[in-house]
């Protein structure tokens, strides 16, 4: 099984949901692929009605509690109620431009959980950081943070936890990370997730994916699928994407 989630950030709206909707077929073409899109919370409810059953709707952020007083927050909890099914949390442009730190990726990603939504916990270094030899290092100070928490992963509500490889330097810039690098990741994040959490958590990756290099990525073993940014914006360019997925199953 692998996911292919698309992350429109803060783009689009009912216009675009709408092309979205007629350019996806009734009935899931790849039975081996889970297709989610994360939109902008304003747009979560529309997106539920309009898009096919299959295609699941998730949410970009959400917090740890269920209700409170917390402006502006996204509460789990209404997540579900509107109908969604998994929302992201640390995503690197949270991290690098809102101030959020690893505790409270982690708290988010807990949220999620607890609310039996899938939650894809973010992780990756910064281009500084790998020139420093560093990556290994982040990606495991990013992830003990979720061990540290203690959050047990596998919840009677058949909430599931997915980590994402986004190295910051690959996100928007174009340029994805070699496969030999992902493939190197992926294997360092299972090896720590076995170690942290005694079981080996799916890792997509993220970061300039495309119709062009999504084949050499589904390539890769490790791959349990993608994070898909700008060319999630294109329902054929995530189409393509899912088909690749489904066909280097
Ligand atoms: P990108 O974004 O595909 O546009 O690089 C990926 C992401 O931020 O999840």
């Not at 692929?33 to 898009?51: F, K, N």
């Not at 007083?69 to 809102?98: D, K, N, Q």
């Not at 990756?124 to 100070?141: F, I, L, M, T």
């Not at 390539?219 to 280097?248: F, H, K, P, Q």
Request: aromatic share 6%; hydrophobic share 45%.
């Amino acid at each position: 099984m692998r996911h292919v989630i698309g992350n429109w950030k803060m783009n689009g709206g009912e216009a675009l949901l709408r092309e979205f909707a007629s350019g996806l077929p009734g009935e899931c073409p790849w039975p081996d692929v889970r297709l989610g899109l994360a939109v902008p919370a304003p747009l979560l409810g529309a997106a539920v009605r309009m898009l096919p059953d299959w295609v699941r709707v998730g949410a970009q952020n959400v917090h740890w509690e269920e209700a409170g007083a917390f402006t502006g927050e996204i509460s789990p909890a209404l997540l579900r109620e509107v109908g969604c099914r998994f929302a992201i949390a640390g995503h690197s442009e949270r991290r690098a431009l809102f101030g959020e730190d690893d505790a409270a990726a982690v708290r988010r990603l807990s949220g999620a959980l607890r609310s039996g939504l899938t939650g894809i916990l973010c992780v990756g270094e910064s281009r500084r950081e790998r020139e420093a030899g560093r990556a290994e290092d982040v990606v495991e100070r990013q992830l003990r943070g979720l061990a540290d928490a203690g959050e047990p992963l596998d919840l009677e509500t058949g909430a599931e936890a997915l980590i994402a490889y986004e190295p910051v330097w690959a996100i928007g810039s174009g340029e994805a990370a070699r496969p030999d690098q992902i493939a190197a990741m992926h294997e360092h994040i299972g090896r720590l997730s076995l170690r942290f959490f005694g079981t080996v958590l799916p890792v997509l990756y993220g970061g300039s994916v495309s119709g062009d290099n999504a084949a050499e990525i589904f390539a890769l073993n490790s791959a349990a699928g993608a994070l898909v940014g700008s060319a999630s914006l294109d329902v054929r360019g995530l189409i393509n994407i899912a088909s690749e997925a489904s066909r280097i199953a």
